[in-house]
């Protein structure tokens, strides 16, 4: 964590405090204290005189936004993307959602009636791809995201001797 979140996750704590009860304020109190002892240690520095109890590291389990989090950082540290690179990829990413929003629209239900939610949300998926290509873009990456999100979420929670593949959505044939 960098400094600077330190610092505004500390101050979020101290404007919480004030509104607490005097049972939390001392645990947040103590948050406050180890954030404060957190950023005025670097890392990787060495002890002073001062006997510091040793602090035990263990592995960190990631919840789903972790790892994204963690996959984009190590992603983005390959230095500054090309222009051609990134024009290709936002080509490519917009003719995907096309596309998926074109196969989604061809699976919709034939004889839906006009309230029927799937066909709405079909029908402004295709106006989105008519009005606003790159929203569309957007928002279909968000929501790929999100998908990602609920089946990590999905994988975490089962028991560790049974795995089944999640599930993603039905297939109309």
């Known amino acids: 964590m960098s400094d600077a979140v330190r610092a505004h996750y500390a101050q979020a704590l101290q404007r919480r405090m004030q509104a607490a009860p005097a049972a939390v304020q001392r645990v947040l109190q103590d948050r406050v204290q180890r954030v404060q002892?957190?950023?005025?240690?670097?890392?990787?520095?060495?002890?002073t005189g001062e006997a510091q109890p040793p602090?035990?590291?263990q592995k960190k389990i990631l919840?789903?936004?972790?790892?994204?989090?963690?996959?984009?950082?190590?992603?983005?540290?390959?230095?500054?993307?090309l222009k051609s690179a990134q024009r290709?990829?936002?080509?490519?990413?917009?003719?995907?959602?096309?596309?998926?929003?074109?196969?989604?629209?061809?699976?919709?239900?034939?004889?839906?009636?006009?309230l029927n939610s799937h066909m709405l949300v079909l029908r402004t998926l295709g106006l989105m791809r008519d009005?606003?290509?790159?929203?569309?873009?957007r928002?279909?990456?968000?929501?790929?995201t999100l998908l990602w999100l609920e089946?990590?979420?999905?994988?975490?929670?089962?028991?560790?001797?049974?795995t089944k593949p999640v599930k993603t959505g039905r297939v109309k044939r």
């Not at 009005?131 to 873009?137: E, G, M, T």
């Not at 089946?151 to 049974?162: F, I, V």
């Open 55 to 57: 602090r035990v590291r």
């Open 131 to 137: 009005l606003s290509p790159d929203y569309l873009r």
């Open 37 to 47: 002892r957190d950023m005025a240690e670097p890392a990787g520095a060495p002890e």
């Open 63 to 81: 919840t789903p936004l972790g790892q994204l989090n963690q996959y984009m950082a190590t992603a983005t540290q390959a230095g500054p993307e």
């Open 151 to 162: 089946q990590a979420h999905a994988r975490l929670n089962e028991p560790a001797g049974k």
């Open 88 to 114: 290709f990829r936002e080509t490519w990413s917009r003719i995907c959602a096309e596309e998926d929003v074109t196969q989604a629209v061809e699976r919709g239900p034939e004889n839906a009636g006009p």
């Open 139 to 144: 928002f279909m990456s968000h929501a790929d």
